[in-house]
């Protein structure tokens, strides 16, 4: 089974500072790993994710993660929030089956909320 | 613009009637999923296609049942629906599984009264 757990339900920082958002999860085969962003009343977008090359992964907005296997951790970085950075963040991960296979089912984390003040 | 609808995109309805929600795509892509987001839960898997008539059961499947009779549309049927099944529902489409990126649509808020 494979579990994502997400640090901190809610995540406050001020504009210009650097955003943290922890991922960890459990997986019992190396997994792809996601981070989704999700603004209100809005599905779900990309912003990376990490499938076994480089262990940081840079994604949209200068968003980026590091994949570290002996904390098994995906933490979400930017080194400066933006007001447009205000949303929902979910780390997923998605699961090889022992045959090499993957059907791309995501489990997802509770999610964090990111507040950036002025 | 993943070339995702859903609908309809709000319903309310009662206890024990059956609901059909339609999730359509433009894109061609082979893989379909269904998830609801519950406050605290994240999104969590009900079921997902990996091709017309092929479809499997995801990690909260009970009183869900889905079909796909051709390439881009996936129907998720409540047969009787329950307060417990109210939630946002979105669909997701995929080119190949795996690490593909998964593309969602806007959503379906529905209310169980």
């Known amino acids: 089974a494979q579990s994502v757990t997400q640090l901190g339900s809610h995540v406050s920082v001020s504009e210009g500072a650097l955003v943290l958002l922890r991922c960890n999860y459990s997986?019992?085969?190396?997994?792809?790993l996601f981070w989704y962003v999700q603004y209100p009343n809005q599905g779900l977008q990309l912003l990376l994710k990490y499938t076994s090359a480089a262990t940081l992964v840079k994604g949209i907005n200068d968003f980026e993660a590091e994949f570290k296997k002996s904390e098994t951790s995906f933490h979400l970085t930017k080194p400066s929030a933006h007001m447009s950075d205000a949303a929902e963040y979910f780390c997923a991960v998605s699961r090889v089956n022992a045959g090499g296979t993957s059907y791309g089912k995501l489990t997802f984390g509770q999610g964090t909320i990111l507040t950036v003040h002025p | 613009d993943a070339g995702i609808t859903q609908s309809p995109r709000h319903k309310v309805t009662e206890t024990g009637t059956p609901v059909t929600l339609r999730c359509h795509q433009t894109?061609?892509?082979?893989?379909m999923y269904w998830y609801r987001q519950d406050p605290g839960h994240g999104l969590r898997l009900i079921h997902y296609?990996?091709?017309?008539?092929?479809?499997d059961k995801g990690e909260v499947s009970d009183g869900y049942s889905v079909s796909r009779s051709k390439t881009e549309d996936f129907l998720l049927t409540l047969e009787s629906a329950t307060s417990s099944q109210t939630s946002v529902y979105f669909c997701?489409?995929?080119?190949?599984?795996?690490?593909?990126?998964?593309?969602f649509g806007p959503g379906t808020r529905l209310t169980v009264l």
């Open positions: 894109e061609n892509h082979r893989y």
């Open positions: 997701a489409i995929s080119v190949g599984g795996g690490a593909d990126t998964q593309y």
């Open positions: 997986s019992s085969v190396p997994p792809y």
């Open positions: 296609s990996y091709g017309v008539k092929d479809t």
